[in-house]
């Protein structure tokens, strides 16, 4: 029990009411704070000192520490004031707070309660003056499996084990191959109970969903519904609600992954003539697509549009809605003349037939 002078604590039975505190970032906090016995007396604080902490979540940093006022030591009264200015550097995150006594040469924590020990749980929060929190851009993962061809010449074909397709078009024992379907982003550390991510989407067609863990090394666990889209071109955004200490945005929009049965991309080639794209020739309609895959030319030239058209997942043609410009000669058509056979002279387009891509991937 306490003798009234202040000299003597009871180590476990000096809680603060283990509430949740909540600081607000931008404006002054004064935190009150009440120092009680088990039998929720008051304690008498006279010669000792406090020190307040907020630290982060994992432990490993002090976020902001101040000395404590005492109000009123006979009936265990004190408070600290967390100023706009100590709290300027802060990041809006989760946290604890703890509280250090210091009497004499007695210096020991000031439980919170029997359960928590000697910290209890704070939110720091954007108040009236938050600060301004730019947006971050993430990596784009790549989708190139789910194309004909790229533009550093890998395609589905020559995936390891590279002729393996070749030998079994009809997808046969696809489930031992080792091509990916799904594809992520750079990882996100919040500093918000909300993280919003903006993405823009080409032609895309897949799902698309956020995913958590506790660390880089956890298992990763969903945080969003899977969203499907179906030959997408649109700026969307995904809300993330809760504190999560890892994101990332999980992308599986390849051909590889349709529901029934694994699909095969579709094979073409592009005619252009004085440097206009002026044909599209499907040699093998592919199989599995949801929707009509997004069509690219790549070469010298700009401008060159097309749309394709699916009928039971197979692509059964391409029209081009622009010929664009400036298509000349590329050598050995960008791939070769048994996949691509033009003349020379009309070879200027190289086809990229994919189910999209994302662009401006952004966080905040």
Same mark, same amino acid.
């Given at each position: 029990?306490?003798?009234?002078?202040?000299?003597?604590?009871?180590?476990?039975?000096?809680?603060?009411?283990?509430?949740?505190?909540?600081?607000?970032?931008?404006?002054?906090?004064?935190?009150?704070?009440?120092?009680?016995?088990?039998?929720?007396?008051?304690?008498?604080?006279?010669?000792?000192?406090?020190?307040?902490?907020?630290?982060?979540?994992?432990?490993?940093?002090?976020?902001?520490?101040?000395?404590?006022?005492?109000?009123?030591?006979?009936?265990?009264?004190?408070?600290?004031?967390?100023?706009?200015?100590?709290?300027?550097?802060?990041?809006?995150?989760?946290?604890?707070?703890?509280?250090?006594?210091?009497?004499?040469?007695?210096?020991?924590?000031?439980?919170?309660?029997?359960?928590?020990?000697?910290?209890?749980?704070?939110?720091?929060?954007?108040?009236?003056?938050?600060?301004?929190?730019?947006?971050?851009?993430?990596?784009?993962?790549?989708?190139?499996?789910?194309?004909?061809?790229?533009?550093?010449?890998?395609?589905?074909?020559?995936?390891?084990?590279?002729?393996?397709?070749?030998?079994?078009?009809?997808?046969?024992?696809?489930?031992?191959?080792?091509?990916?379907?799904?594809?992520?982003?750079?990882?996100?550390?919040?500093?918000?109970?909300?993280?919003?991510?903006?993405?823009?989407?080409?032609?895309?067609?897949?799902?698309?969903?956020?995913?958590?863990?506790?660390?880089?090394?956890?298992?990763?666990?969903?945080?969003?519904?899977?969203?499907?889209?179906?030959?997408?071109?649109?700026?969307?955004?995904?809300?993330?609600?809760?504190?999560?200490?890892?994101?990332?945005?999980?992308?599986?929009?390849?051909?590889?992954?349709?529901?029934?049965?694994?699909?095969?991309?579709?094979?073409?080639? =592009? &005619?252009?003539? @004085? /440097?206009?794209?002026?044909? +599209?020739?499907? !040699? #093998? %309609?592919? *199989? $599995?697509?949801?929707?009509?895959?997004?069509?690219?030319?790549?070469?010298?030239?700009?401008?060159?549009?097309?749309? =394709? &058209?699916?009928? @039971? /997942?197979?692509?059964?043609? +391409?029209?081009? !809605? #622009? %010929?664009? *410009? $400036?298509?000349?000669?590329?050598?050995?058509?960008?791939?070769?003349?048994?996949?691509?056979?033009?003349?020379?002279?009309? &070879?200027?387009?190289?086809?990229?037939?994919?189910?999209?891509?994302?662009?401006?991937?952004?966080?905040?």
């Amino acid at each position: 029990m306490d003798t009234g002078a202040g000299e003597t604590f009871i180590y476990r039975y000096d809680p603060v009411y283990a509430k949740q505190l909540t600081i607000n970032k931008g404006v002054d906090n004064v935190l009150l704070f009440e120092f009680i016995n088990q039998q929720e007396k008051p304690v008498n604080i006279t010669g000792s000192s406090f020190l307040f902490r907020a630290i982060s979540t994992d432990g490993d940093r002090i976020l902001v520490e101040k000395p404590m006022v005492t109000l009123n030591a006979a009936t265990g009264r004190a408070k600290v004031t967390l100023t706009s200015a100590d709290l300027l550097e802060v990041l809006a995150q989760p946290a604890s707070y703890s509280i250090q006594r210091v009497s004499g040469n007695l210096t020991e924590a000031v439980f919170t309660n029997a359960q928590a020990g000697a910290r209890a749980p704070a939110a720091i929060v954007d108040s009236i003056l938050p600060q301004h929190v730019p947006s971050a851009p993430l990596t784009i993962p790549t989708t190139k499996l789910s194309a004909q061809a790229s533009l550093d010449g890998t395609a589905w074909g020559s995936y390891s084990p590279g002729t393996y397709w070749m030998g079994n078009p009809n997808g046969g024992n696809y489930w031992n191959s080792f091509a990916n379907t799904e594809f992520y982003s750079s990882f996100i550390e919040p500093t918000n109970a909300i993280t919003t991510i903006q993405m823009t989407l080409v032609g895309y067609t897949g799902t698309i969903k956020a995913q958590a863990a506790e660390n880089y090394q956890s298992i990763f666990y969903n945080v969003t519904e899977s969203t499907t889209y179906y030959n997408e071109t649109r700026t969307i955004y995904m809300n993330i609600v809760g504190w999560h200490p890892i994101l990332r945005v999980c992308f599986n929009n390849s051909i590889f992954a349709v529901p029934t049965q694994p699909g095969t991309p579709a094979i073409g080639y =592009a &005619t252009t003539e @004085d /440097g206009v794209v002026t044909s +599209v020739t499907i !040699t #093998n %309609g592919g *199989s $599995g697509y949801l929707a009509p895959p997004h069509i690219n030319f790549i070469g010298d030239g700009a401008g060159a549009t097309a749309v =394709a &058209t699916v009928s @039971d /997942g197979i692509v059964t043609g +391409v029209t081009v !809605t #622009n %010929g664009g *410009s $400036g298509y000349w000669y590329l050598p050995n058509a960008g791939m070769g003349a048994g996949i691509y056979p033009n003349n020379p002279n009309q &070879t200027g387009a190289a086809l990229i037939i994919s189910t999209g891509y994302v662009v401006d991937l952004l966080y905040r």
